[in-house]
């Protein structure tokens, strides 16, 4: 029986230095909440170790790597790297917090070292097996989250996830993320940005002001009365649907229709939610997504 590890680690944590507190926060409330999302999937919740990287243990590698895509996107501005460990189980009763330190921690500490010296996002590692085109589809799937570095990309990329998931199994439990979790999770978005952008004003270096705090404010905002309404019936796009559906070329892997009801959650123009994702290619990258959790269900 398999066991996998995901670490993640924080990419310039030493930019936080003086304001841990509040980045740590905010990485606290981000766990906390996927903690309980995929309850299901997971056998030791995320912890923190040495202040800037995180693990959790997962039953399966799908669960892994979709705790992964959101908190890809919950956690920015804040940037992080990820690995994938497995490891060999031999009996149920072991599962614990130890396994952590077993075989699965090694093979996803190894993958996460590749990933810092390679600057690579993501990685999964298993002894004594041919991860070549899992990982030559996730650092493709690297470039294609590059583009999505904006506060507007990053906000409809959440709503997205969240009234129309992309799901695994078409039996895979969903759980509403609430309006009072996403809200505070905007506003801790705030406080991070307006740390970020002080240290960046001071160099004016790389500042950009798509990342300012004028543009957070206009658009790190939702309308709890439309939110309500779409969240109450939350339509998950299923991989294993999309596959019989497209028996060929995976097309199938986000729905039509949906850039309106973000644009309304988020109190904009269609059009401004149209041109965020054609600019980070979203549909495109969920049929990614997909075809990577297909991959990943044939290990």
Same mark, same amino acid.
């Given at each position: 029986?398999?066991?996998?590890?995901?670490?993640?680690? #924080?990419?310039?944590?030493?930019?936080?230095?003086?304001?841990?507190?509040?980045?740590?926060?905010?990485?606290?409330?981000?766990?906390?909440?996927?903690?309980?999302?995929?309850?299901?999937?997971?056998?030791?919740?995320?912890?923190?170790?040495?202040?800037?990287?995180?693990?959790?243990?997962?039953?399966? $590698?799908?669960?892994?790597?979709?705790?992964?895509?959101?908190?890809?996107?919950?956690?920015?501005?804040?940037?992080?790297?990820?690995?994938?460990?497995?490891?060999?189980?031999?009996?149920?009763?072991?599962?614990?917090?130890?396994?952590? %330190?077993?075989?699965? %921690?090694?093979?996803?500490?190894?993958?996460?070292?590749?990933?810092?010296?390679?600057? #690579?996002?993501?990685?999964?590692?298993?002894?004594?097996?041919?991860?070549?085109?899992?990982?030559?589809?996730?650092?493709?799937?690297?470039?294609?989250?590059?583009?999505?570095?904006?506060?507007?990309?990053?906000?409809?990329?959440?709503?997205?996830?969240?009234?129309?998931?992309?799901?695994?199994?078409?039996?895979?439990?969903?759980?509403?993320?609430?309006?009072?979790?996403?809200?505070? $999770?905007?506003?801790?978005?705030?406080?991070?940005?307006?740390?970020?952008?002080?240290?960046?004003?001071?160099?004016?270096?790389?500042?950009?002001?798509?990342?300012?705090?004028?543009?957070?404010?206009?658009?790190?905002? $939702?309308?709890?009365?439309?939110?309500?309404?779409?969240?109450?019936?939350?339509?998950?796009?299923?991989?294993?649907?999309?596959? $019989?559906?497209?028996?060929?070329?995976?097309?199938?892997?986000?729905?039509?229709?949906?850039?309106?009801?973000?644009?309304?959650?988020?109190?904009?123009?269609?059009?401004?939610?149209?041109?965020?994702?054609?600019?980070?290619?979203?549909?495109?990258?969920?049929?990614?997504?997909?075809? #990577?959790?297909?991959?990943?269900?044939?290990?």
């Amino acid at each position: 029986m398999k066991y996998y590890v995901l670490m993640m680690d #924080i990419i310039d944590s030493r930019k936080f230095k003086y304001d841990i507190d509040k980045a740590q926060i905010f990485v606290k409330k981000i766990l906390n909440i996927l903690n309980k999302k995929y309850k299901a999937q997971i056998r030791a919740e995320a912890r923190i170790n040495a202040g800037d990287e995180i693990q959790v243990l997962f039953k399966d $590698i799908r669960g892994a790597f979709q705790y992964y895509r959101m908190f890809e996107i919950l956690i920015y501005p804040i940037k992080i790297r990820a690995a994938i460990g497995a490891g060999d189980l031999y009996h149920e009763e072991a599962w614990n917090t130890n396994e952590m %330190y077993g075989e699965a %921690y090694f093979n996803a500490r190894k993958a996460l070292e590749l990933c810092k010296n390679e600057q #690579i996002k993501l990685l999964y590692y298993e002894k004594n097996r041919d991860t070549h085109v899992l990982n030559a589809m996730l650092t493709t799937r690297d470039l294609l989250s590059k583009r999505g570095n904006s506060i507007m990309t990053n906000s409809v990329q959440i709503i997205a996830e969240l009234i129309c998931p992309l799901v695994s199994t078409k039996n895979e439990f969903i759980q509403k993320y609430e309006f009072e979790e996403i809200s505070n $999770i905007f506003d801790l978005k705030k406080e991070v940005l307006s740390i970020l952008n002080q240290k960046l004003e001071k160099n004016n270096k790389y500042y950009s002001k798509g990342t300012s705090l004028e543009s957070a404010n206009k658009y790190f905002v $939702i309308n709890e009365t439309v939110y309500q309404r779409f969240i109450d019936v939350i339509e998950p796009c299923n991989v294993e649907e999309a596959r $019989i559906n497209d028996e060929v070329f995976l097309t199938d892997c986000w729905k039509h229709g949906y850039n309106v009801k973000i644009a309304s959650i988020l109190s904009v123009k269609r059009q401004i939610v149209d041109r965020a994702m054609n600019y980070i290619y979203f549909p495109e990258k969920r049929n990614y997504d997909g075809a #990577i959790l297909i991959a990943m269900q044939n290990l």
